[in-house]
């Protein structure tokens, strides 16, 4: 089993940013990939970034250059940096473990308007 615990979502006016964490516990050895999904309201959950175990990112084009990953294997955490937000990037925002199944978060709401 894989906990996952995310934090830092919140209201920013647009241009601004915000940085989500997703910290791990359990059976964290099982973990392939990390990444974080997004939900906006009457849309289908979307894969925002992504980064294995070895440090490989993968994008959304969406997000490319505002958004980036990044893991510390020391504190088993996840980090999403969200620069430049604009009202599109509003959505509740999943913390996703890819082991033999997925595990997932509870979400955190990234709300960007002015």
């Known amino acids: 089993q894989v906990r996952l615990v995310e934090s830092g979502g919140g209201l920013v006016q647009p241009g601004g940013s915000l940085r989500l964490s997703c910290a791990a516990s359990?059976?964290?050895?099982?973990?392939?990939?990390m990444g974080w999904y997004r939900q906006a309201p009457g849309k289908e959950r979307e894969l925002v970034a992504a980064?294995?175990?070895?440090?490989?990112?993968n994008y959304a084009d969406s997000v490319k250059g505002r958004f980036t990953i990044s893991r510390d294997n020391a504190k088993n955490t996840v980090y999403l940096q969200m620069n430049s937000l604009k009202p599109e990037d509003t959505a509740v925002y999943y913390c996703?473990?890819?082991?033999?199944?997925?595990?997932w978060g509870q979400g955190t709401q990234v709300t960007v308007s002015s």
């Open positions: 359990g059976s964290i050895f099982s973990i392939n990939v």
């Open positions: 980064i294995t175990s070895g440090g490989r990112t």
């Open positions: 996703n473990a890819e082991a033999v199944i997925n595990y």
